[in-house]
């Protein structure tokens, strides 16, 4: 989006400078995270003992993890973990946020060289906190760069399993999602 299309969005009426201004939670209705047929299908199956069943429930209702991959060659990929590590994850450290307490950025212990990371909190609270402002603008413009790769941990899990090396050669005969290709493309560049 250019700079004259968010001049004329903060000039008009009803437009998004309202909402943005209008708290950090404002503009996006909470979602009911309820669907009496999704549990009835669920209690049917028997996958879940009965005295678990509401357990389960909650915690398919909370939020799922904020994770990231770091995407870059070897040597810009230690510069982007070394960034968050000293500039972001500190600042983040005991925050409390809408009274949850937000703990820091933790390495996904399955994933190489500290190049995967997640943390409890939601893309809500990221995107919406002004606490976590500075950080959320890092992750979207690195994002933007494609340093860093914004997904669930799960689809970093096939490329792995695979035991892609750099001096194989892989032809997809499947349909992926362009993120598990993107991290199976990852698992192959060269070391730099």
Not at 24 to 41: M, Q, R, S
Request: with cysteine; glycine share 6%; proline share 7%.
């Amino acid at each position: 989006m250019g700079k004259r299309s968010r001049q004329r969005q903060k000039n008009q009426p009803g437009g998004r400078d309202d909402r943005d201004n209008a708290g950090w939670g404002a503009g996006y209705a909470d979602i009911v995270k309820e669907n009496k047929l999704f549990e009835h299908y669920y209690k049917e199956q028997g996958l879940v003992p009965d005295g678990e069943f509401e357990q389960f429930m909650e915690a398919l209702r909370e939020p799922l993890p904020a994770t990231i991959r770091i995407t870059g060659y070897k040597s810009h990929a230690k510069e982007i973990l070394h960034c968050l590590k000293d500039k972001y994850f500190k600042d983040i450290q005991d925050l409390e946020i809408d009274g949850q307490m937000i703990e820091a950025p933790q390495p996904l212990s399955w994933y190489p060289d500290e190049q995967a990371w997640h943390t409890n909190m939601s893309r809500k609270i990221i995107r919406k906190s002004p606490l976590l402002e500075k950080f959320h603008q890092f992750l979207v413009s690195e994002t933007e760069s494609g340093n860093i790769s914004r997904q669930e941990a799960v689809s970093m899990i096939p490329p792995l399993l695979m035991k892609i090396e750099p001096h194989h050669k892989r032809v997809s005969l499947l349909p992926m999602t362009w993120i598990t290709n993107a991290a199976t493309c990852w698992c192959i560049r060269p070391s730099v």
